[in-house]
């Protein structure tokens, strides 16, 4: 059942009979009808009418309409205004560019423009490594995406898409400093996406794919980290395999099991699901076992998609076959990033001992939290109304902070398993317990301790190479 969240917030403006019960009539409607009052303001008083101010949270769009309807139901209750607070913040866009420097005399702008600007041209044409140290390109990210799978809405286009994007480069900025710029691309061919990426690429310092549809968005970043000198990261991808891994290890040590010992199946095989695989099989886990839509992966399906034919081949040793009710039987991890309302409890009773379930499927996830409580040791989703949220933005930010920071150019495993460690190791052993598995993300130590070791991790992988 949905609880009313800032998500769905409203501020319904009303004018009302100045009586002694108006404002806990007011109040009382909101509630009988399961809004959450936030905020009650009188902005204005006369005589014969109150004007006030009701903010309140509503669990969606029609039951935002169901408080003010309740409202404007009340005698003597006029609705003037109903302003949704989500529209409100991104009127004109949540992002903008500022100087870095002044500009107040023509000193400054000699400097800044021409014709001093023309020495550093120059030198940039000399050595063009030095547009990392004299330029944006020094601190600067492109979030690229063409509209094809944004959130849980899927193909509504790269105009739509932008909010999502311009969401993105406002956390890049509060959590690690990062600028970062939304590139919306009106393509979903592949070829044009990788040319227009690398045409777009001597301004920034990496790229980070968004919201890209799998398959494709493996091959725009495989070949775009062939084809460029800066790190291609997909947030999809890597940014939630990241977090998942980190979350793992300290699921794992809050039940005392090894990874090595254990069992684990991966609910879903697109772009999140695959590089979770991927980076656990860096780790060593004792099984896993992949489930899609047609049930386990096993090299005698016959799939003919690249990815899944790598996955059949890299998991499920003993062939097994069957649904997601059958890979969980016995299993000690499960982790779902695939669809709402999969199993129940009694699925989870099946599986091993102090079993760990992470239910990811954003806003709904593949169990209830609540049924998965009832036999699994340790819960986790990707909401922020339960406990253990794992969230991309424990690692993105940090990520590129690092990759900046070290004038990286490329991305390893090596540098996705630091970054993991270090949100990891932010949950020290006083705080780790079955409800609080991973850092929140508003922890100021989170970022810089994933930048840190993503930059020590580059720095090691560069002295490697050389």
Known sequence: MPVPGPGYSITVRVEAPPSASAAGDLTSAVGRVGGVLTA?????????????????????????????????????????????????????????????VPLRNRDDLSR??????????????????????????????????????????????????LPVMEGKAALFKKFAGVDAWPVCLDTQDTEEIIRAVELIAPVYGGVNLEDIAAPRCFEIEARLRDKLDIPVFHDDQHGTAICVVAALRN????????????????????????????????????????????????????????????????TNRDSTSGSLHDALVGADVFIGVSAPDLFG??????????????ALANPDPEID????????????????????????????PGVFRGLLDAQAHTITDQMLLAAADAIADVVD??????????PSVFDAAVAPAVAEAVRKATTATNSATT
């Open 40 to 100: 009650f303001d009188v902005v204005e008083s006369h005589a014969d009418s109150v004007v006030v101010d009701l903010t309140c949270n509503a669990t969606s769009a029609e039951h935002a309409r169901v408080i003010t309807d309740a409202l404007g139901d009340l005698d003597g209750v006029e609705v003037r205004k109903v302003s949704d607070r989500t529209f409100l913040i991104h009127l004109g866009g949540k992002i903008e560019i500022s100087n870095k």
């Open 251 to 314: 699921a794992l040590r809050v039940v005392d099991k090894s990874l090595a010992d254990c069992k684990i199946v991966v609910c879903g095989v697109g772009a999140a699901g695959s590089a979770i695989i991927r980076l656990l099989l860096q780790r060593g886990p004792g099984d896993v076992l992949a489930v899609d839509v047609d049930g386990i992966v096993h090299a005698g399906r016959g799939d003919t998609d690249a990815n899944l034919r790598w996955v059949a081949a890299n």
């Open 429 to 438: 052993g006083d705080r780790l317990n079955a409800s609080f598995i991973v």
């Open 369 to 396: 939290p609540i049924e998965a409580q009832r036999h699994a040791a340790v819960v986790a989703t990707g909401r922020s109304d339960y406990p253990n949220q794992i969230n991309n933005v424990l690692a993105f």
């Open 345 to 358: 409890a009694d699925q989870v009773a099946t599986m091993a001992d102090d079993a760990i379930v992470f």
């Open 112 to 161: 800044a423009y021409t014709p001093g600007v023309a020495r550093v041209c120059m030198a940039i044409a000399e050595n063009p490594e030095d547009a990392r140290r004299l330029t944006i390109k020094r601190n600067t990210v492109a979030v690229v995406t063409d509209g094809s799978a944004v959130l849980g809405l899927g193909n509504i286009g790269p105009a739509a898409a």
